[in-house]
């Protein structure tokens, strides 16, 4: 028998040993180009990082601890709101987000302001679970108060109650666009409604830095970071100019962030919250304390269509949001952005969560990620890019100068716009909507139809989905009396086109165009007898570059002589200036602007603008 060795008596593998594999992979390209992957806040990521040596332990929950497993209460009918929440907490659920219809995050839903929160709460026992309040407008404090008033009335020790009241004046600042009065005035009422509330003995945080509103704006993770950061410090210096001792105010603050479906960015990002705030506390010579730290999964990445891929990345999410330690999770319903979810959609939100926690354990180890060269290396990247953005927050005279003046709307902008422009060309790929769309698909039921979306303030971030423009075509696309369509005139052997056309199927489909893969075509007349009878005057060519420069210019010819108006080639081919010539009117291939592209291909087909 062949005696093999131990794996301690292999020699180390190096980084070198690594490199002269990939060299074979790549084949002469840049590793650089390869294998670097550049983040919206100008971070370099190796794919091959070294391991991190005897590295620090980034302190989350306590050990072996269950995150909070948070369900949303956002139903507007109090009673039904009510059974939801009971539902939730039956099927699993330990914590309840009731959500308020002023607040960014109502989505078009939420508990009208002023709801009897004695219904909605009917039978939950508040001291056996975990609530975050999440209001708007300016009306924390008094939506606070009612919880309060509620708690009291029912003879329950505030101490005993985890409570998370989410008072955050500088988050209803980016949201309505301005003050109510200067940022100093509003400082001092925000401690008072504090104050009123820490005197009658609740222990939860009262104020929350929340990010959801700065990412799902279009925020980079390390502007998230940073704004979060900044607004935890101007709600430390409230505390403190109201006379609070800096330990017990930085006990009082909560921060949330977004958990989005880059699992290593999101383990990341919370990760780096913990050290940044560690950093602050440092600085201003208070004592080290742990961050009471939520996470709530992206709207940002939310589609209506094939929204069961909804599913993946809130599972993404929530797996490194737990992973990378934070307290409490909030899963959005896969149906969120069609409407109100039901108790279907619900209950998945909640059994994604049990399933990381009961069958998974995902939770039972403290910082599982710790010294991995990837998610240490994007840790301390963040933390940086963070730290450099927080200092020119603090620069412009604090958070709540940065939005008032626009800097920082003008700052988050100009990353969306990136953003926006490596979705339009697919280089930032939405499963189901930018690639690979299904036509036709069964609509998950809902209990209302999501309503348009209000404009947003002057002044205010808005918050928007990456999905929005590829859904507007399709939009379009279905309300059009009849399918718009494009001829696939599949050219040569079945291996000369296939590549081609079924990228351009999903081209094409992806702006509401169905173009069916013909199985190719025996002679001429054949594909001229099949343009024909398609009903559509816009063809698209599918074959190989050789096969282009021999045929296209004649097929093209043929299709116009036989009604078509438009003719165009899938690829870009070496051939493309004599193809011009030849009268091809549009190219489609990785890398173009697929959203201007498909409009000028619905305008080919037929549907009016």
């Not at 308020?100 to 219904?119: C, I, R, T, W």
């Not at 404009?455 to 009849?482: M, V």
């Not at 009268?583 to 173009?592: D, K, M, S, T």
Request: glycine share 8%; aromatic share 6%.
């Amino acid at each position: 028998m062949t005696s093999l060795p131990f794996a301690t008596d292999l020699p180390p593998v190096t980084r070198e040993d690594w490199l002269k594999l990939v060299e074979g992979v790549l084949k002469g390209a840049a590793y650089d180009k390869k294998l670097v992957t550049p983040t919206y806040e100008g971070l370099a990521l190796d794919a091959l990082p070294p391991r991190k040596v005897d590295p620090a332990i980034v302190a989350g929950r306590a050990a072996g601890a269950p995150w909070t497993i948070a369900l949303r209460v956002d139903q507007p009918d109090p009673a039904g709101a009510g059974a939801q929440a009971l539902e939730d907490l039956d099927g699993g659920a330990s914590g309840l987000d009731l959500v308020f219809a002023a607040s960014p995050q109502a989505y078009g839903f939420g508990l009208p302001e002023g709801a009897d929160l004695d219904a909605v709460l009917k039978d939950v026992l508040l001291d056996l679970i975990d609530v975050r309040l999440l209001s708007g407008g300016f009306r924390g404090a008094e939506v606070a108060q009612s919880f309060a008033a509620l708690v009291a009335a029912r003879g329950f020790d505030p101490a005993q109650v985890k409570i998370s009241f989410g008072l955050d004046p500088l988050g209803d600042l980016a949201a309505t666009g301005a003050l109510p009065a200067p940022w100093a005035t509003q400082a001092r009422t925000f401690a008072d409604a504090s104050a009123r509330l820490a005197d009658k003995g609740f222990a939860g945080p009262i104020a929350r830095a929340d990010g959801a509103l700065y990412h799902a704006a279009g925020a980079s993770d390390a502007q998230e970071l940073a704004v979060v950061l900044a607004t935890a410090v101007a709600y430390l210096r409230a505390y403190a100019e109201a006379g609070v001792p800096l330990d017990i105010a930085a006990g009082r603050i909560e921060a949330a962030l977004t958990a989005d479906v880059n699992q290593t960015a999101t383990i990341a990002k919370m990760r780096a919250i913990r050290l940044l705030w560690a950093a602050v506390l440092r600085e201003s010579g208070a004592a080290a304390a742990p961050l009471k730290l939520h996470a709530t999964t992206a709207w940002r990445s939310m589609t209506r269509r094939d929204p069961y891929v909804n599913l993946l990345r809130t599972t993404i999410a929530a797996f490194a949001a737990g992973v990378g330690g934070a307290d409490g999770v909030t899963v959005l319903p896969f149906t969120q952005p069609i409407g109100l979810p039901d108790g279907f959609a619900r209950r998945l939100a909640r059994n994604t969560q049990v399933m990381l926690i009961e069958e998974s354990n995902v939770h039972r180890v403290a910082d599982p990620a710790a010294g991995a060269g990837a998610v240490e290396a994007h840790t301390d990247g963040l933390c940086e890019k963070a730290w450099e953005i927080f200092r020119a927050i603090e620069a412009k005279g604090g958070l709540a100068t940065a939005l008032e003046s626009g800097w920082l709307k003008g700052e988050i902008a100009a990353v969306a716009a990136r953003r926006a422009k490596d979705v339009a060309t697919r280089k930032a790929p939405i499963t189901g909507t930018s690639e690979f769309p299904i036509l036709v698909q069964a609509v998950p039921e809902v209990l209302a139809p999501a309503p348009a979306p209000a404009p947003a303030p002057a002044g205010a971030l808005a918050a928007h989905r990456i999905a929005e423009p590829f859904e507007a075509l399709r939009d379009a696309a279905e309300a059009a009396a009849t399918t718009p369509s494009v001829f696939l005139a599949t050219l040569g052997t079945v291996a000369d086109f296939t590549a081609r056309a079924t990228f351009a199927k999903n081209f094409f489909e992806a702006g509401g165009l169905a173009a069916p893969v013909p199985d190719g075509f025996a002679d001429r007349a054949a594909l001229v007898a099949a343009f024909k009878a398609s009903g559509t005057a816009f063809a698209c060519l599918a074959s190989s570059d050789a096969v282009y420069a021999a045929e296209a210019a004649e097929v093209s010819d043929l299709l116009k002589e036989a009604g078509a108006t438009t003719v165009w080639v899938a690829g870009k081919p070496a051939e493309e200036a004599a193809l011009k010539a030849a009268g091809i009117g549009g190219f489609i291939f990785a890398g173009c602007d697929a959203l201007a592209t498909l409009k000028q291909a619905q305008a080919a087909a037929g549907l009016a603008a």
